[in-house]
């Protein structure tokens, strides 16, 4: 069930949030969350039963491996039974994503022609299964509650923030589900609503247009000329950042309607005036959870110069294969990896740029690499990259070749149709506009007031966003 459809929005949503709280008003509070449980199951299972059982299983085993880790005393079997836990979670994810990509290589590699499985990615495996991980290290290290077999439930499959995140922390979740936020709050209900809007215009109305142009454009990667690849890619960078952060939103506001505060994950990371920053600014909770539970573990920044350049690799190349099963993906990761070593080192020698450059830089680097993380090959990558950098063809839109024709007395009109129309350029200019010098939609939360201003404004975009429901598009991260 997608947040931008009729059925979430108008019967699935307005469903859970009345049963929940009239259970809560009637006393019946663990029954509220039960009831919370058994819609976020509903809501997983909308897009495929069949992966139901593998949910629960990776949940009960999960609860179970925390549960011995929290009690017992046993220094060698707590390592032991972790071991199992982490692998155990590695391993599912790895099957159910990695096999084809797996047996791919070898073949590849070899000259083979083993099968592939075509396995159906289950749908939010790689964001639980992160999730998890942290749970059984905590347990480990006796951070954990004994919380029940329920609480443990809600907290890893409650809805809003299932299928794509944010990657919760338990401390930060199920310490909320207290009596203490058992009652409507009209505050809650407001600024979720709110925030909520805002990400539905996001995805409907921004990030799907933007799909459009990026869509068509990786689609004739081999014919863009220098214009079009342009467009293209910057079309595939803010489509992204939209339709992320745009979930993000809709995950935290129907998070709010409950009185639960998810974490934020998106703090205008376009602003970025180095890599480092773009990645303190870019889906936050996964480079928190990198940075606890694999780069400090492996040493951080503690040993030396050196180790802590690999240990940057490592966590980055993570990220890259946890995205996705493809080798773009993997050198998505390398390239973000050898940036952030090298503005390290670059950092660690006192080095600084202007401002503007270093934002220049950054963003270009940037988006950039999203044309690997967008292409379904390295040869469509290249291709785009190539006509970006003038080694295609060069040519001008058919208005600007007009204009400057008579001029320098040269043919400029291209030789064919141009993929894309003044208002994907015009479109492309509001969108940077938007992400470099407007308020991101936290800090518009943070500044909300319920006055007459913010219903109009909330109630306008709702409806127009609402209007195009009909365009029913995924989510992009829901392929991750």
């Known amino acids: 069930m997608l947040f931008n459809s009729y059925e979430f929005i108008f019967f699935f949503l307005p469903s859970v949030f009345v049963i929940y709280f009239v259970l809560q008003y009637a006393g019946l509070s663990r029954l509220a969350k039960i009831s919370l449980v058994v819609a976020s199951l509903f809501f997983y299972s909308w897009w495929n039963v069949s992966y139901l059982p593998l949910i629960l299983a990776s949940v009960v085993v999960n609860y179970a491996v925390g549960t011995y880790l929290g009690k017992t005393n046993k220094l060698g079997t707590r390592k032991t039974v972790l071991t199992i836990g982490i692998i155990f979670n590695v391993l599912l994810l790895g099957y159910y994503k990695y096999t084809d990509f797996f047996i791919a290589t070898v073949n590849t590699v070899l000259k083979e022609s083993f099968p592939l499985l075509h396995l159906a990615l289950p749908l939010a495996i790689s964001f639980f299964t992160f999730q998890q991980i942290a749970y059984l290290v905590d347990s480990y290290r006796y951070e954990t509650k004994g919380y029940r077999f329920d609480e443990y439930m809600l907290f890893v499959v409650f809805f809003p923030q299932l299928i794509a995140g944010p990657i919760v922390h338990h401390k930060e979740v199920m310490s909320q589900f207290h009596n203490e936020n058992s009652r409507l709050n009209a505050k809650n209900i407001s600024l979720g609503l709110y925030i909520f809007g805002i990400g539905l215009f996001k995805k409907v109305m921004i990030a799907d247009t933007f799909a459009i142009w990026a869509n068509d454009g990786y689609k004739n ?8 690849a342009w467009i293209a890619s910057l079309s595939y960078t803010f489509q992204l950042y939209f339709d992320f952060s745009g979930y993000a939103d809709m995950a935290v506001g129907a998070a709010l309607l409950f009185n639960i505060m998810l974490p934020i994950n998106f703090n205008s990371p376009y602003k970025a005036l180095n890599i480092q920053d773009f990645w303190r600014r870019w889906h936050i909770t996964l480079s928190r959870f990198l940075t606890a539970y694999i780069y400090i573990p492996l040493g951080g920044s503690r040993i030396s110069p050196s180790r802590t350049y690999i240990n940057i690799m490592i966590i980055f190349m993570v990220s890259g294969f946890w995205h996705g099963a493809g080798w773009t993906f993997i050198f998505w990761g390398f390239m973000h990896g050898v940036a952030s070593v090298i503005y390290r080192w670059w950092n660690r020698r006192g080095y600084s740029m202007p401002k503007l450059l270093a934002w220049f830089i950054t963003f270009q680097f940037v988006n950039a690499a999203w044309v690997f993380f967008r292409a379904e090959s390295f040869a469509q990558a290249i291709a785009i990259l190539k006509a970006m950098f003038g080694m295609g063809k060069i040519e001008l839109p058919t208005r600007v070749a007009r204009v400057l024709e008579p001029i320098f007395n040269i043919n400029l009109l291209p030789d064919g149709p141009m993929l894309y129309t003044t208002p994907s350029v015009l479109l492309i200019i509001i969108g940077m506009l938007v992400v470099t010098f407007r308020k991101n939609s936290f800090e518009m939360l943070e500044r909300f007031k319920p006055n007459n201003i913010n219903m109009v404004f909330i109630v306008l975009i709702s409806i127009v966003s609402i209007l195009q429901l009909g365009k029913v598009s995924e989510f992009l991260y829901f392929n991750f």
Do not use: C, K, T, Y
């Open 221 to 228: 990667a081999f014919d863009l000329n220098l214009v079009e």
